[in-house]
């Protein structure tokens, strides 16, 4: 199945976790071997395989074990400034603040100081 991103996250982590098996099987591993090379307790493999929620880490384990955790730079990709976005803003961004609400510009009339 292909993930387009608008399926339920249940859904996602039943095939993230179909997908890990099946890499997981073509490596010929078993689930105990996995969680001995991984670090992560067996009952957690089979949770992941199964498509249960677990720890991030856990998962990043696994996915190192299998070779795949080079794959994250194409998931999530570095936001990188151009030299001249740079020179512009001055630094990199760390934060996003909301929108000020424009205040009401009065305009000032003579006469109107009273």
Same mark, same amino acid.
């Not at 099946?22 to 591993?29: C, E, G, K, Q, S």
């Given at each position: 199945?292909?993930?387009? *991103?608008? +399926?339920?996250?249940?859904?996602?982590?039943?095939?993230? *976790? #179909?997908?890990? #098996?099946?890499?997981?099987?073509?490596?010929?591993?078993?689930?105990?071997?996995?969680?001995?090379?991984?670090?992560?307790?067996?009952?957690?493999?089979?949770? /992941?395989?199964?498509? +249960?929620?677990? &720890?991030?880490?856990?998962?990043?384990?696994?996915?190192?074990?299998?070779?795949?955790?080079?794959?994250?730079?194409?998931?999530? #990709?570095?936001?990188?400034?151009?030299?001249?976005?740079?020179?512009? /803003? *001055? &630094?990199?961004?760390?934060?996003?603040?909301?929108? &000020?609400?424009?205040? +009401? &510009?009065?305009?000032?009339?003579?006469?109107?100081?009273?």
């Amino acid at each position: 199945m292909r993930i387009f *991103g608008n +399926e339920n996250n249940q859904t996602i982590m039943r095939e993230l *976790g #179909q997908r890990m #098996q099946d890499t997981r099987i073509a490596m010929n591993l078993t689930q105990a071997q996995m969680a001995e090379r991984s670090g992560v307790a067996l009952r957690t493999v089979v949770r /992941i395989e199964s498509g +249960e929620s677990v &720890k991030v880490e856990s998962v990043l384990n696994i996915l190192r074990v299998l070779g795949m955790l080079g794959n994250l730079n194409e998931m999530i #990709q570095e936001q990188v400034l151009a030299p001249t976005e740079l020179i512009d /803003i *001055g &630094k990199k961004r760390k934060r996003v603040t909301a929108a &000020k609400k424009e205040q +009401e &510009k009065s305009t000032w009339v003579w006469g109107d100081e009273k």
